[in-house]
Structure formats: structure tokens, C-alpha cells
């Protein structure tokens, strides 16, 4: 590897956000956004349960009426990791073109970072 690209490899690493792992407690304060339509237990409403979502494959809970669009982006074995979340998140309709989930998106990568930090372990924001 070269050995300037070496540095900048460094330099983007150290100028990374301290927060960049989220803020549970935060999150969860966030998640009001998403509670009319999902709990992160189980039981579905408008929209499937997260319970678990963190690996969690795409359009996976039994009983819930996925919209054809996210049927088609999960056919290939998706799973919502991190960066698919964080992706989703921020314009679920043009990720997921067809997407039943009337959510316009979140601007702010901290809040998605803190959202994912409590829809991946809720119970940490007591
Ligand atoms: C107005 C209701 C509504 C709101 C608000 C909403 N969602 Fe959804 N959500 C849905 C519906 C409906 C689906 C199913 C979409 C489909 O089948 O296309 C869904 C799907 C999802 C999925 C995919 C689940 C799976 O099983 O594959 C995730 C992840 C998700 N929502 C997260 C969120 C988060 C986080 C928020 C808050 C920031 C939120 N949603 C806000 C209705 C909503």
C-alpha cells in the first residue's frame, strides 16, 4: 500500500466521531419517532417488531404482511447489519422503492447511530 494513502488512512481514522458507536439512551428517545408503528418486543402494529433487529434478516417476521418491494430487496438474503440500518434509516423509500413504511427518514447520522445502538441491545437504555 502506498505509503501517502497509509497516512490518510490514519488521519480518517483518528478524525473519526468519539460518539461514533451511538448513544443508547439517546436512541431510545429517538425510537418515539418509529413507536406509533414498532416495538422492539414482540407483537407487531403497523410495522413488524424489531426485536432483534440488529442481523436480523430483511422482511423475516412470520405473520407481518411485508409490502412486495421489501419481499424483492430481501430475496437475496439480506440482513440488516449496521450499515444497511443506518442506510434505510435515512431514506427508506429510496432504498427500498415500493416500501410500505410511511417514514420520510432521518437527516442526522448521530441520531441513526444512536437509534441503532438501542434497537441493538434496548435493554441498555433502561
Ligand atoms: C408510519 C409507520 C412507521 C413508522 C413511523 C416507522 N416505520 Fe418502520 N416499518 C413500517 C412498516 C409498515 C414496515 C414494513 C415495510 C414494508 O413491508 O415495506 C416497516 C419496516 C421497518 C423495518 C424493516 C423490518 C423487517 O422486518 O425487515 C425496519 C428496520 C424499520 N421499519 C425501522 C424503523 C425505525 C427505526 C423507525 C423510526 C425511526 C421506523 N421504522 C418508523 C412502518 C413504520
Redesign the pocket.
Known sequence: MPRKFLTLLALAVVALPAHAEGDAVAGKK??R??????TVETGN??????AG?GG??????DG????P???D??ADGKV?DEAL?AQ??AA?KTM?K??????AG?RKGEEIAD?IAY?KDPASAP
Do not use: D, E, Q
Open positions: 429517538a425510537f419517532k418509529c413507536a406509533a408503528c414498532h402494529r403497523v410495522g413488524p417488531n424489531l433487529i436480523r434478516p430483511v422482511a423475516s417476521v407481518f404482511r411485508y409490502s418491494a421489501m419481499k430487496f430481501a440488516w440500518l434505510y434509516l427508506p427500498v415500493g416500501t410500505s413504511m410511511a417514514f432521518i437509534l434497537l
